[in-house]
């Protein structure tokens, strides 16, 4: 079983020298990238993360040597082939757009000028747009739009780490960080410069007292930048948080534009 292979091969890193050990980590890698596998998987009972999967791509690393890699013009140098074959894909890719192998990009995906990481996994009909970055291992539904800039984080080590998972249908602002494993439930909209990670106060501000939550965005979410004071030796200080403003409406498209989602909920754009 491919599994047990991967987990062998952890537990006694000698095996990495072996020609049948680096076909099963390579083997992981090519289902990564035609979406046969994935690092972490929706089930009835929420989020699974398949840690040994990421086993495999940490050892990947390792067992592939420096190789210079010419596009036309463009020369890089580095151990991860680039994707290839986007035509047959159905991935409409535009340069300077860049996706490691072992990432895998759906149908229908519009790839602009940005960078997609090993383990990755982003769904159909989701726009990747201009110098956004989706980190190594996240999870990205479908129909879902990541704005100009946004930051998606990477997560490889700790392994037990669950990675960054967008979920379908959410809207993603321009220049938005999302790291350290948050999940992003669907048809959510972050505004533009929201910044969540682990630590990040996401405050409901929508009824008669706030509601404190963290590390997850719940679905259909309307969510900006916000601030909260903060007691420190120094002083009192404002500290950044994510304010829940309200809900997308049911009568709003899933493709609905930023603004307009703010504008329901009487915020200025």
């Known amino acids: 079983m491919l599994q047990q292979t991967i987990e062998n091969i952890w537990d006694n890193r000698e095996l990495l020298q072996n020609e049948d050990s680096k076909t099963a980590i390579r083997e992981v890698i090519r289902q990564l990238d035609l979406g046969e596998l994935r690092v972490a998987e929706p089930t009835d009972n929420g989020w699974k993360v398949n840690e040994w999967v990421k086993k495999a791509v940490v050892m990947y690393f390792p067992i592939q040597k420096m190789e210079t890699i010419e596009v036309g013009p463009f020369e890089f140098h580095d151990k991860m082939p680039l994707k290839r074959g986007y035509a047959e894909k159905g991935v409409r890719v535009v340069p300077h757009a860049v996706a490691r192998e072992g990432a895998y990009i759906a149908p229908g ?9 090993i383990g990755a996994y982003v769904d159909s009909g989701t726009m ?18 990541l704005s100009g800039g946004v930051g998606i984080g990477g997560v490889l080590e700790p392994l037990q780490a669950a990675p960054v998972i967008i979920e379908d249908n959410v ?7 999302v790291v350290e494993g948050v999940h992003v439930e669907r048809e959510a909209v972050l505004g533009a410069n929201v910044v969540l990670t682990a630590s990040t106060k996401i405050i409901d501000v929508t009824g008669e007292t706030p509601v404190e939550i963290k590390g997850r965005v719940p679905a259909r979410s309307v969510v900006i930048p916000g601030s909260y004071t903060k ?13 829940i403003i309200g809900q997308r409406k049911e009568s709003t498209d899933k493709k609905t534009s930023l603004n307009d989602a703010l504008r329901e909920n009487n915020v200025a754009v």
């Open 128 to 145: 990747v747009d201009t110098w956004a970055t989706v980190g190594s291992c996240a999870q990205i539904g479908k129909d879902v739009h």
């Open 109 to 117: 995906v519009i790839l602009m000028p940005s960078y997609v990481n």
């Open 231 to 243: 007691q420190f030796p120094a002083g009192e200080f404002q500290v950044p948080c994510a304010l």
């Open 171 to 177: 809207f993603v602002g321009s220049r938005c960080i």
